[in-house]
């Protein structure tokens, strides 16, 4: 870092704009503890001592992650006034490195949405045109890099909720391997897809910060050691061979004509420096987002059962224990929470559930499975990130069906547990880039060739 | 347990009913097929009985405690206030 500037007056200057920011990214600042933490690096620059790639960039936290001492509401009233007693893990490795917290950020409810507008604090506004919506789960964070008024965030992507608002605001956000980074101090949507990433707006970026959050966590059982990404392997471009795309995707008539064009003209254009490719068959899209939807609200039932005001959240006193539980959740959740608890209970309980979750399930492996064979073939497989362009602000809360198919492209690869990143390019929304399990250096490989290619 | 438990109690969500747009997507998995071969039944999200963690009490550190007390929706004469539990 030169002196030109101080970490204070940065920290300062990304505060102001945050704090004067009409695009709703916001939940609460974190000032206090922001400039406190500016002032120890600036001590520490001005004695001389070296300072660590991370130490004094500001960035921002979405609403769902524990800090401790720091209102976490995951945006609903239930929460509106709940303190986290902890820190998330991956959080705290990006202190631990000196990476400087600002925000927590504006998003969907719980992350139940796809365009931060189930949210108590205002929909959140398009980064490139604020009619439209930001995206979601994610999208105060992803709007919050666009607008640099954070270097970089780190969303929670459960089925594709740092890819969509990533794509939809033209910036880089990363979907790891699923546990490659800890959920520790994640609240929970779906467990078994739920994944935290780093959105900013370059590749290098994303790579020092997946380095810095990943690792086995013992707080989080279904994390696994990694090695970390080296600088020259994330540049590595020739490392990709092949490239698939699933022409289902391509084909529908859901896709509208101009991401289409643009995509297969990304594909020319990789085709003609060399690299195989293969288009492949994929599960159709309403199978897709109904396996995944179901298994995620069957999950998210299971987990929000713990929020009925008993020991913390906007507790409303009813007649008895029971009553006291539901006027608690029924007053506080959301209309498309409910929808998607009542939804999750549905699937589980007898009668439905061989019927509905366990087909879900049986789907869901069949999915993996195709994965399985698909990477047989292929190193890297693209899609679009979305089929259209971002809605309206108010259109998405009109049709929840309309919402749901538009994760048609993200929703697999959630279920297949893959790493996957939105690049802002190719198409309006960005190029969808995805690898075998483990395999997330690849991705930044092909991402690098995307970008000198594009 | 012959007493059918609606939808609204298994919520614990008052008034709670099933969604027209939700049971369109349950109509898609019920349509879909299903493979009879051995997939693996879902291992892929199966935890090594050799990888868990020590059994063991940890300490919350005090500021941890005082948090978790301060977010206690209801205090009265230095007690915390629960819904009456007995009843019916």
């Known amino acids: 870092m030169n002196k030109e500037i101080s970490c204070t007056d940065l920290v300062q200057g990304k505060l102001d704009l945050l704090k004067t920011n009409t695009h709703n990214t916001v939940n609460s600042l974190l000032d206090n503890i922001a400039l406190d933490l500016a002032k120890k690096v600036d001590a520490k620059i001005g004695n001389g001592e070296e300072i660590g790639l991370l130490e004094g960039i500001p960035f921002g936290i979405k609403d769902v992650y524990m800090v401790q001492g720091t209102y976490t509401t995951a945006s609903s009233d239930l929460l509106k006034k709940y303190k986290s007693p902890y820190t998330a893990t991956a959080i705290q490795k990006l202190l631990a490195a000196g990476a400087i917290p600002l925000v927590k950020e504006n998003c969907d409810s719980f992350g139940h949405g796809s365009s931060s507008e189930n949210t108590i604090f205002g929909a959140v506004k398009n980064a490139i045109n604020p009619d439209l919506v930001g995206g979601g789960s994610s999208g105060g964070s992803a709007v919050n890099v666009a607008k640099d008024y954070t270097v970089f965030s780190i969303g929670g992507d459960t089925g594709g909720s740092i890819r969509q608002p990533a794509g939809y605001n033209n910036v880089y956000g990363l979907k790891p391997t699923y546990g490659r980074i800890s959920r520790f101090g994640l609240m929970a949507y779906a467990s078994s897809t739920d994944c935290v990433g780093p959105i900013a707006k370059s590749i290098e970026d994303i790579r020092i910060v997946l380095n810095v959050m990943s690792g086995k966590d013992v707080k989080d059982q279904t994390t696994y050691p990694s090695e970390k990404i080296s600088k020259e392997n994330s540049i590595a471009i020739d490392e990709v061979k092949s490239v698939g795309y699933f022409k289902n995707f391509i084909e529908s008539d859901a896709i509208s004509p101009e991401i289409k064009a643009d995509f297969l003209r990304t594909i020319d254009k990789i085709?003609?420096?060399?690299?195989?490719?293969?288009?492949?068959?994929?599960?159709?899209?309403?199978?897709?987002?109904?396996?995944?939807?179901?298994?995620?609200?069957?999950?998210?039932?299971?987990?929000?059962?713990?929020?009925?005001?008993?020991?913390?959240?906007?507790?409303?006193?009813?007649?008895?224990?029971?009553?006291?539980?539901?006027?608690?959740?029924?007053?506080?959740?959301?209309?498309?929470?409910?929808?998607?608890?009542?939804?999750?209970?549905?699937?589980?309980?007898?009668?439905?559930?061989?019927?509905?979750?366990?087909?879900?399930?049986?789907?869901?492996?069949?999915?993996?499975?195709?994965?399985?064979?698909?990477?047989?073939?292929?190193d890297i497989i693209l899609s679009p990130v979305t089929p259209n362009t971002p809605p309206k602000i108010g259109d998405s809360l009109k049709d929840p069906l309309a919402m749901y198919l538009s994760d048609a492209y993200t929703v697999g690869f959630s279920l297949g547990q893959l790493p996957t990143l939105t690049a802002p390019q190719g198409t309006a929304t960005g190029i969808q880039i995805t690898a075998a399990q483990n395999n997330d250096a690849k991705v930044l490989q092909f991402a690098n060739f995307l970008k000198q290619l594009i | 347990m012959s007493k059918m438990m609606t939808v609204d109690i298994l919520s614990s969500i008052k008034g709670a009913k099933e969604s027209d747009t939700v049971s369109k997507l349950f109509d898609v998995i019920k349509k879909a097929n299903t493979s009879t071969s051995n997939l693996g039944n879902n291992s892929n999200n199966a935890l090594s009985l050799d990888d868990l963690r020590e059994d063991v009490v940890i300490d919350s550190s005090q500021i941890e405690k005082d948090i978790i007390m301060e977010n206690f929706p209801k205090k009265k004469d230095g007690y915390l206030v629960v819904a009456k539990v007995i009843e019916e």
């Open chain 1, 271 to 378: 085709k003609a420096k060399g690299i195989a490719i293969k288009e492949l068959d994929f599960f159709e899209s309403d199978t897709l987002v109904s396996t995944y939807y179901t298994l995620a609200m069957a999950e998210t039932a299971s987990n929000l059962s713990r929020l009925d005001g008993t020991n913390y959240g906007n507790r409303i006193e009813g007649d008895n224990l029971k009553d006291t539980y539901s006027i608690t959740r029924s007053e506080n959740f959301s209309e498309e929470t409910k929808r998607r608890i009542v939804g999750g209970n549905q699937v589980l309980s007898q009668g439905f559930s061989d019927e509905i979750y366990l087909k879900g399930l049986n789907l869901r492996d069949q999915i993996a499975a195709n994965f399985e064979k698909d990477f047989s073939e292929v």
